[in-house]
């Protein structure tokens, strides 16, 4: 049992460029997010599923878009990374009934 | 609205002393309150989560912590730190009124970061 796997590991990036993040979860888990975490501010939810084909902006959207297509999978994409977009990426998940998250290992991202 | 506070930004302890890592929240609902722990480069763990049943929990690796409605406050502590409790620990509130909800958003203190000396 996986739980909650995140790919890449680490990235970086050109001002400009675009790029995917992806998140998979294997506990069948309804609701599943995407955070940023910066040096300081804790964890800030960026957007949301709550169920496949359905998402929703959290506290600091702009700039990102996200996709759930399939129960398991959430997407994070950067169209024009910014420099302010360096930061690392939390992805979680959570079951219908459960009040915890679990969380993935963390992607990190530099934008130059 | 919710929101948490996480009363120092570090704390320092030795080896084998106890720990306090301080906690006020605020919750227009009847929260739940959870604990998270982040060792270097590392995803978050959860410690312990209150959930409106008893109001002392028992966490793993010997952490616990109390909530009091009166105080606000969900105070994570344990009676003698290891040095392997060094990490950031995350005090986090959900608004619990409607657990199949996206009311089950959760919302992150700052860290505190916790030095055990040997």
């Known amino acids: 049992n996986a739980g909650v796997t995140q790919t890449p590991k680490f990235r970086v990036l050109k001002t400009g460029q675009s790029m995917t993040l992806l998140c998979a979860q294997d506990m069948n888990h309804e609701y599943m997010y995407w955070y940023r975490q910066d040096p300081g501010m804790g964890l800030r939810l960026i957007h949301y599923?709550?169920?496949?084909?359905?998402?929703a902006k959290g506290e600091v959207p702009d700039g990102y878009n996200v996709s759930r297509l399939k129960k398991q999978n959430f997407l994070l994409g950067l169209e024009s990374a910014a420099p302010s977009q360096t930061s690392v990426y939390f992805c979680?998940?959570?079951?219908?009934?459960?009040?915890?998250?679990?969380f993935g290992p963390g992607t990190r991202l530099t934008v130059t | 609205a919710q929101s948490v506070t996480q009363l120092d930004s570090h704390v320092s302890v030795s080896e084998g002393t106890p720990v306090l890592l301080r906690c006020n929240y605020s919750s227009s609902y009847s929260p739940s309150l959870f604990w998270y722990v982040q060792h270097p480069n590392k995803g978050l763990q959860l410690l312990l989560k209150y959930t409106s049943a008893a109001t002392l929990v028992k966490g793993i690796n010997g952490f616990e912590a109390e909530f009091k409605k009166s105080e606000t406050s969900f105070h994570l502590t344990k009676p003698s730190a290891h040095m392997s409790d060094a990490a950031e620990y995350f005090c986090?509130?959900?608004?619990?009124?409607?657990?199949?909800?996206?009311?089950?958003?959760?919302?992150f203190g700052r860290g505190t970061q916790l030095t055990v000396w040997p």
């Open positions: 599923s709550v169920g496949e084909g359905t998402t």
């Open positions: 979680a998940s959570k079951g219908l009934w459960a009040y915890e998250q679990y």
């Open positions: 986090v509130v959900s608004a619990a009124a409607d657990r199949g909800s996206t009311l089950g958003r959760l919302y």
